[in-house]
Structure formats: C-alpha cells, structure tokens
C-alpha cells in the first residue's frame, strides 16, 4: 500500500554542496526522489522569520510525497536526508539548521508515538507551513478539524476586525 505525505522543509543556513537556503530545499526535494520516495509535488519557496533563538530568515517548501513506508519508517529516512545536508542534532533547540524535514501530515490519518506525532502538533498555527501546503494539496484534510489546507490557512491570514 502507498501512503502520500506532506513534509515541511526548511533551511536558514548555507550548504556549500547546493548553495543558499531555497537551493538546499530544491536539493533536498532531489535528495527524497534519490532516496526511493516519490516527490508528487513540491510547493514554491518562501521566505520567514524564525522561530525561537535564530536570526537568519528561513527559506520554506513543502513537499508531497508517496511511499509504501509507514510514518516511523519515513521519518528515518527524512533524518538521514537532514544528516547528509550537515543537520547538527545538539545545541539549542530552534537554532539555526541546514534542513529540517518534518511530517505534516499523512494519507492514513493520524499517528501517535512518543518520537513522532502526525499531524505534526503546530502546523495548524504556521502560515509557512501552511500556505506552502495549500498551493500544492488545497483540498488535503486535517483528520482533527475536517478542514482543508487552504481554509486552515486563510484562518491565519484573513483581516481581523480591531477590539
């Protein structure tokens, strides 16, 4: 069986192999196809401010994928991916990385464990991850609110009226 996947990919530092941040994401996307997933989609580059300690800006995709892995199976190979583009895995949480790979969400629902939770705990609250998502799976799920890619993210976007 083929599960899809929608995997946030993210870099705010330079790798020397592939260039600036928005080229590590389109070498990631080659670096998942090389890895025997199949790339369905890759969403346009943008750019964001960081989470956290890090004061490079982020360069942000999303990718659709399809494999016969199951999510523990997948996220192994998305951390030997992070590996091969310099991850470091110490320091601070929330600094500055190569690549961050992260499942957003799968065709099988949801998936609970204690390394990996799907859909992906925050996605719900970040426009660069879900505005990406919505321009290549408008009409993808979220198995907990029933909605849709793009009305999650035009909850976040939309005008809201001053108190």
């Known amino acids: 069986m083929a599960w899809r996947y929608l995997v946030a990919l993210g870099s705010n530092r330079r790798v020397n192999r ?29 750019a964001s401010a960081p989470l956290g300690p890090s004061r490079r800006r982020y360069a942000n995709a999303v990718a659709e994928i399809e494999t016969a892995l199951d999510p523990p199976a997948l996220l192994r190979v998305l951390n030997r991916i992070e590996d ?11 600094s500055e990385r190569s690549l961050d790979c992260d499942i957003v969400a799968w065709s099988g629902g949801s998936w609970g464990a204690s390394d990996l939770v799907i859909p992906h ?20 799920r979220d198995p907990h609110t029933g909605l849709s890619m793009t009305h999650l993210a035009s909850r976040l976007t939309r005008p809201r009226p001053r108190p």
Do not use: H, N, Q
């Open 18 to 46: 592939f260039g600036a941040p928005p080229r590590v994401l389109r070498a990631a996307a080659v670096a998942m196809a090389d890895a025997g997933l199949d790339v369905l989609a890759l969403s346009p580059v943008i």
């Open 84 to 94: 091969d583009f310099g991850r470091l895995r110490r320091g601070r949480p929330w």
């Open 121 to 140: 705990p925050e996605f719900r609250k970040r426009e660069f991850v879900l505005a990406p998502a919505a321009t290549i799976a408008p009409r993808w």
